[in-house]
């Protein structure tokens, strides 16, 4: 007899049969230690479990299965991702810490490339960046207001943004690289 939790993704209620609910468990944990103190970690990890959610959703429609199942958590964390560790471009599994729940390789992948450009973010980095203006438009709302009470860190934090941008290391409210230049 197999245990079912049933858990709050996204504003949504799952029942999630034991195996899965451990993936689950297993995936927020390592992303929460990856972040860290990341400005942007509340959010960041309220987009990831919405879109765990909103995949999970997508394959009930295929099934009619009540509980969620390893096999489709799996499935559902492989499109989400990983999050990448703040201080190392490498990435580790989320199964690096339970090895009873590893995921494949082809399963899996780093967080894709933002769809914001470049050129965008940087000009409005670079004539309104004081006002967190880049910021907003990426979607980091909370940290575009912190950059529009403190006017940029009195110019610090934008101009490190700018650098940020040029480098290729700035990142949207998903936690996704904005890399292309148009």
């Known amino acids: 007899m197999r245990r079912v939790i049933t858990v709050n993704l996204g504003g949504n209620a799952f029942a999630l049969d034991e195996d899965a609910y451990e993936r689950l468990r297993a995936y927020v944990s390592i992303t929460e230690s990856r972040l860290g103190t990341n400005p942007d970690r509340a959010e960041i990890l309220s987009d990831l ?86 910021r907003f438009f990426v979607g980091k709302i909370g940290t575009g207001v912190l950059q529009l009470c403190t006017l940029g860190g009195l110019g610090i934090w934008a101009f490190i943004d700018l650098i940020l941008i040029i480098c290729g290391e700035f990142k949207d409210k998903s936690g996704r690289k904005i890399l292309r230049w148009a």
């Open 49 to 134: 479990e919405r879109a765990v959610a909103e995949h999970i959703v997508a394959e009930r429609g295929t099934t009619d299965a009540a509980v969620v199942s390893d096999a489709a958590m799996q499935s559902a964390l492989g499109k989400v991702g990983t999050v990448e560790h703040a201080d190392s471009a490498d990435t580790v599994e989320a199964a690096d810490a339970r090895p009873a729940y590893a995921y494949s390789s082809a399963s899996t992948s780093t967080l894709a490339e933002s769809e914001y450009t470049r050129v965008v973010v940087l000009l409005l980095c670079l004539f309104v960046g004081w006002l967190g203006v880049h």
